[in-house]
């Protein structure tokens, strides 16, 4: 939550500098907050459409927004990863995560405070990056519900009605008891002597390999600036600062935005050149 | 309409039970309305870009969601079944479908009040599922549309437009006389003596059949919690109340979260196991 | 910017006829504006996720919308070519356009003041449609910017900050320095006696074929009313008004809801019929 606390001040910071008045704010002014919904549902989903109006019908001044819904069906361990990245960004607001293979079995519907974001989602790990210092609980309050509760598809009928009454001002605590909540361990990179093996964990619009390396994996390894990395065989020498700082067609690797290590072809698809996807495994030795 | 006096009554009830003042509401302070759009444009069409932009010109105070705009080209009642399920979980809102081949021709365009909701539209019978009860008028008052109106594009110039001043407060009276409007018979299932014969109307993204078999076809021929179902040849004898009731594979019914018999392969794809599509025939027997 | 003032003047009138009050608009308020954004990061895409939550962290009142996130992949002049058909329906407010191939590079980031639209883009020319008579400043205020900057994502990290903050009133001026921007120059169609020489510029969802050719270029050959349309060699000698102006199949040409002579087969898709594609020549004769 650290990049998010760094986005409060800027603000406060960069008004004061231009001697603009701060920007109203919703939380001094007891708005509804905004509410962020992520699924695997897909773009233009008409099941997002239902979450969406019933959020709008039960926090009408709560503005209502995507991040995305395009996660792979059912996979909880990239959602994850997603929200690991995106979550640093987010305003103050309700986020509410249907990624639910489980859906209407055994798995509870769990409401987390973390820093200033409030998550709704299903107790399967998805939540697994704002856990660590989060308060959790497990939604039992039908009175907070839709009724009938459809088996199949609780984002509409439990996790939206949620979010929505807790971006009205409902207090966290009366959605049902504190919980412990199921921890996805996302796999990290193995860190030896001058060597880091880890993997693609995304590929992007662009046919980037996203990793899941970071610097520190890096340094925890002794590899300083001069670095080799490889994937899928091919050696990739070259290390840019940003695409545009090589030719087009170059296969080079770089730190990308989010922090992950990446390997790009410039103007090009990585992906397409070296056959690689996501679980490709990728390599860093110090030279 | 039920579901969404549902809605209503829970927020109120719901806020009650929790000692939550009530969120406030648009309707009662004279707030614009949301708009939500619909068309077969596609996602991240810059025709539906355009309509966005011109309603938030007219209506500066109305936040613009969309409900999907992968509706295929055309195609009036697939349009209108996804309104049949969407709209009862609407809130108060103007609504606007632009599923519109027969644009520029001799079609008018008609505005609805349907409930809570305000409805424009091609009156080609899209909005039927919403025309029940509705009081319709034809849009024919000039003034209220963007000049000169493209031939090509009512939903721009003269949806758009209309819908945002309705949405600012315009009363509906104002858009044109009364209208009768074309109403579209979806195709309801064969129900016979301990037999449905209905058909598959949608497939989903994760490739379930949803049919338009409910379960008040099932009780009018007499079948009860013994059924069989069977598509494309394929009998599927199985039936759970959720996905995860069964392991994965397993090719299931159940009751979908919009009252629709669905037929499903847990964590697979339907669609693809029964070679099944739109159209495709679905039986019911009782057993 | 003509269309956009014709909204106003609209809305004045509009409003006046049907003895409405005007709605209410923010910028008589001073309420914040609302931010859209335009990239060719792809729909869903979690980079614009990432930009919309700034933008929200930086701007809690400002709504943010999209106008496309579907513009080729580093396509400066297609992303230009949208904004010319879609900037002048915008309501005043900011608009983000990253389409960005030299991100990290030597290109500036300029903030353009355009009619009522301030623009906040890489300064490579996409931005072009708004630049003449607009006033230019180069984007150099760090303490505008979320820190560090990431040299791969500006969208993030310097133009969605900045668009935020001039959103929420801070004075264009603050950004930096006046700046001579780059300007992209669209390829007109050859004009000469009774012949217009142009290219397909876009295909539509519909398959559609959308030209670079306006009625002015028509009028400057001193074509009328009567032309023949060639494209791959195909001759369309049928000008309709609307495409349901002919039965279905037929090959027509007509003038599209942005001006543009278009070739289109009703309901069907001309791209395929004429197996054309985005650069497609396309000839006008007189007749």
Redesign the interface.
């Known amino acids: 939550m650290g990049r998010?606390e760094?986005?409060?001040l800027?603000?406060a910071?960069?008004?004061g500098?231009?001697g603009?008045?701060a920007?109203?704010?919703?939380?001094e002014e007891e708005m509804?907050l905004?509410i962020?919904l992520m699924s695997d549902?897909?773009?233009?989903?008409?099941?997002v459409?239902?979450m969406?109006?019933?959020a709008?019908?039960?926090?009408?001044?709560s503005?209502?927004?995507?991040?995305?819904?395009?996660i792979p069906?059912?996979d909880i361990a990239y959602a994850a990863l997603?929200l690991e990245?995106?979550a640093p960004?987010?305003?103050p607001?309700v986020l509410v995560v249907v990624v639910d293979?489980?859906?209407?079995?055994e798995r509870a519907v769990i409401a987390a405070k973390s820093g200033d974001v409030l998550a709704v989602a299903p107790d399967n790990g998805v939540l697994s990056p704002l856990l660590p210092g989060a308060t959790v609980f497990r939604v039992e309050?039908e009175?907070?519900m839709?009724?009938p509760v459809?088996?199949?598809?609780h984002g509409?009928?439990i996790m939206a009605?949620v979010a929505a009454?807790l971006a009205?001002?409902?207090?966290i605590q009366?959605v049902g008891p504190r919980h412990q909540p199921t921890m996805l361990v996302l796999p990290e990179p193995d860190v030896s002597d001058n060597f880091v093996k880890g993997r693609v964990v995304h590929v992007?619009?662009?046919g980037n390999l996203v990793t899941n390396i970071k610097r520190v994996h890096l340094e925890s390894a002794g590899i300083g600036t001069e670095a080799s990395v490889c994937v899928c065989g091919r050696q990739i020498g070259r290390h840019v600062?940003?695409?545009?700082?090589a030719r087009k067609g170059t296969l080079v690797w770089?730190?990308?935005?989010f922090g992950r290590l990446?390997v790009a072809v410039v103007?090009g698809s990585a992906a397409e050149r070296l056959k690689a996807a996501r679980g490709s495994a990728v390599e860093v030795r110090g030279t």
Chains 1, 2, 3 share one sequence.
């Open positions: 998010r760094g986005l409060a800027r603000t910071e960069g008004a500098l231009c603009e008045k920007p109203q704010r919703w939380w509804s905004p962020f549902l897909g773009e233009g989903s008409i099941y459409a239902a969406r109006a019933v709008l019908s039960l926090s009408p001044q503005p209502v927004y995507d991040i995305t819904h395009s069906r059912h997603v990245d995106v960004y987010l305003p607001c293979p489980g859906v209407g079995g309050n009175s907070l839709l009724r459809s088996p199949t598809f509409r009928d009605p009454r009205a001002g409902l207090n009366e992007d619009t662009f600062r940003t695409y545009s700082d770089l730190w990308g935005s990446e103007e």
